[in-house]
């Protein structure tokens, strides 16, 4: 009776992995002056009034106003969510609110070697650039100055529709190049994968998405639920750009790994008396 227990524990414990092991925090930092930040694309001055006004080689383009410090990812059963802080979301700036672009493949920026720590050379055109295959798209295009506080998103593949990027927005202003904003899905998908909410807190300088994954089939729970998902958030003219991904193992799964682990490990122990 024992060793049945035994091999139940430790057939659950691993079995169960992909179902269960869906429960982890992460947060990707994005301070302005952190040796990891992330800045991405070098900066465009397309109209004569804005001679280099602001370096390149920076990560908060525009001051204060423009910058995003985190991003909180929290996935658990049914549930996958995002929050983005910092003081842009506080109704001070009039730049259209991104689209969240997510990567099933990990997060690989590009960068051209040690006098790049900040990837200020990552942009679509990047050799070997990131493929948002997926998309937390807004419902509606709207900026922290219109008094919006909320709508829905749906969960979108990429590969049907078409990313519109900073320069799709700018043609006057300077702006950072070659970073994803929004999403148009394309003609077949009037229904997105899944869909959530989107809300706006100026007072505590927060954006939020919500998705609702409980419809999702095995397979893009899989993606979203991943070890290493990569994400791309940024504002309609890339002032200030946070990417990451999570990069460490989920601690439920690591859990449930190891309960099926000590109790294969334990019945071989056992079996040798």
């Excluded at 679509?124 to 100055?145: C, F, K, Q």
Aim: glycine share 10%; aromatic share 12%.
């Amino acid at each position: 009776m024992k060793k049945i227990v035994l091999i139940a524990c430790a057939v659950f414990g691993i079995v169960t992995l992909p179902m269960w092991g869906r429960a982890d925090t992460f947060t990707i930092n994005n301070f302005p002056d952190g040796a990891d930040t992330y800045w991405g694309g070098m900066v465009a001055y397309p109209d004569p009034a804005y001679p280099g006004s602001w370096p390149s080689a920076s990560d908060a383009l525009g001051g204060h106003a423009y910058e995003v410090d985190t991003m909180t990812v929290n996935r658990e059963n049914g549930l996958f969510s995002v929050q983005l802080a910092g003081p842009f979301f506080a109704s001070t700036v009039a730049e259209v609110i991104g689209d969240l672009f997510l990567c099933s493949y990990g997060w690989n920026p590009y960068s051209t070697g040690p006098s790049d720590p900040h990837y200020a050379t990552d942009n679509r055109d990047s050799p070997g650039a990131e493929i948002w295959n997926y998309v937390l798209h807004i419902d509606t295009m709207v900026s922290p100055t219109d008094g919006i506080t909320g709508g829905t998103i749906g969960l979108y593949q990429t590969s049907d529709g078409v990313i519109k990027y900073t320069e799709d927005f700018h043609q006057a202003s300077y702006y950072r190049e070659g970073q994803e904003v929004r999403y148009e899905p394309g003609v077949n998908q009037t229904s997105p994968l899944a869909v959530g909410e989107w809300a706006l807190d100026p007072n505590a300088g927060l954006l939020t998405f919500t998705l609702d994954t409980s419809s999702l089939d095995a397979a893009f729970l899989a993606d979203l639920y991943g070890s290493d998902i990569g994400l791309h958030w940024t504002m309609a003219c890339g002032n200030d750009v946070i990417e990451g991904s999570s990069n460490v193992p989920e601690p439920a799964t690591m859990l449930l790994f190891a309960t099926g682990l000590s109790g294969l490990a334990l019945y071989r122990r056992r079996a040798k008396k």
